[in-house]
């Protein structure tokens, strides 16, 4: 692979005699991995009713870890495996049915270091396409809050998307700059990540076109747009929060510079130093990289803490490289006030050590103590409540915007006739025809470009509820009153992604007990128990209801 010369040279400069190594890794494979969705790893309604059939081995929640049987984990990160550069896991209908997520390795990294608890709000600022946001929805587990953002129009699309493809079911999708949403949610938030913009140098194995665009004054110029992301950043961590600061990238003046001006203009943060297994091949962040007016700036002591952000270099992890720094606000966890937006709550993180407490004369206050787990549980929205409460209940709060006064009917007819136990993650919001359920946590969240308030359920039209992509993908098999059961491999899985009209058997069409059904109506296609879309059933055909946005092509 050709290099710029420039950054040949630089990293010449600060590897030296590693250099030759780091080099020699552009010659290999790049490293692939998919993580699996543990939103899809809970049980649904009929599991039960599965088992009975005797096909244990392909249970829904069973599917995606049969489907990663046999590879080699990914040593830091929940429920991620290597895949072989050859394979097209994209193309396979568990990737429809958001099983897994196609993922870079070291990318898993700030998401695991952040560890985001049950219960917690939790923001990605910089999010699309939206790996890390479903790696920390997955986390949070259906419960408190995930703002997920990016300041890219076009990406927030795919951010979307993946979210709902991945059935999370009460992310605020936001399309704003860090600064609007400083103001607008102010330090509420118990985890914040940050993934900055980078040079991508980290990205030169996976995508020739990044190598293209890097020049010398790359590494400074993502810097200052780095400086100023994570001055806003500070603004929305809650007192005892912590933050983490990503890249993909080499380039000092990112990475630990970036972090050296970032304690130096706040000095309520400090490093929280983690300890990783020394077969992972992690290496410490390079204090003696920083210029020496970052090092003034900061204070000797303070700059040593540098130490304490990790490095991932593609010669030495099975990864192409990143740059993860954890910082914790000074505070007790949890301790502030309610705000507007809620509370917040917290729990220090497995693994992790207390930030480094800089002396008094260095002009800084370090990080917050670590109380022992709390667990969120002041935040936790508990939706045990309906769960097993037969048909489906339109029960929750609910707010018309606009719209017709009919469609809160169509829609509560809707969840009469075609759900089981279910329970909208929110408030019923009415915009126009659409029929949101919004996370009470998210509070007011006026005047900001909302890409997605909280779980779009579907479109009530003049005539009738048509129920959305991502509701289907957020419910549990048997949460459906009807349901289209498909196993393995089973090419009319395929068919349906494609938008073909099904003809199954009648006796595949079962209720929430798993036991054919004589209903009619709206029906959850579901491969091995994960939904993958509506269709409409008239007793003999599926009227394939995937909008073409979900399509396989
Ligand atoms: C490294 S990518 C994020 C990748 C993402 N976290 C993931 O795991 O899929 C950085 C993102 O930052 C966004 N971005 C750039 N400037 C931004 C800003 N000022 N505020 C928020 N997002 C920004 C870009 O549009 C881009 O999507």
Known sequence: MALPKEYVTMMRELLGEEAEAFLASYGEPKRTALRLNALKDEPGEADGAEKKGGDEENDGPQAGRSFVRGRDPVAWAEGAYYTDETERPGKHPYYYAGLYYIQEPSAMLPA?????QPGQRVLDLCAAPGGKSTQLAAKL???GLLVTNDLATERTKALAKNIERAGVRGAVVTNESPAKLASAFGATFDRVLVDAPCSGEGMFRKDEDMVRQW???SPARYAAMQDDIMKEAAKLVAPGGRLVYSTCTFSPVENEGTIARFLAAHPEFGIVATRWPAEWGFAPGRPEWL???EVSALGQARAATLAGTIRLWPHRVRGEGHFAALLQRAGAEGAESETAN???????SAGAEAPERPKANENAAGGGS???????????TDRGGAEAAGRGSPAGGRERTGGDADALERYDAFVRESLHGWEPPGKI???????YAVSELAGNMQGLRLVREGLLLGRATKHRFEPSQALAMGLKFGQAALCL???GDDERAIRYLKGETLQPDPQMITGPDGEPSRMRGWTLVCLDGCPLGWGRWDGATLKNELLPGWRQV
């Open 141 to 143: 587990r259906g419960t």
């Open 112 to 116: 695991e270091l952040l560890d985001p």
């Open 215 to 217: 020049d010398a004054e």
């Open 342 to 348: 809620g509370p917040a709550s917290a729990r220090a």
């Open 429 to 435: 919001r009415i915009k126009g025809d659409y029929v």
């Open 291 to 293: 210029t020496p007016e």
């Open 370 to 380: 670590l109380k022992s787990a709390k667990r969120g549980k002041r935040n936790r």
């Open 485 to 487: 059961r498909l196993r």
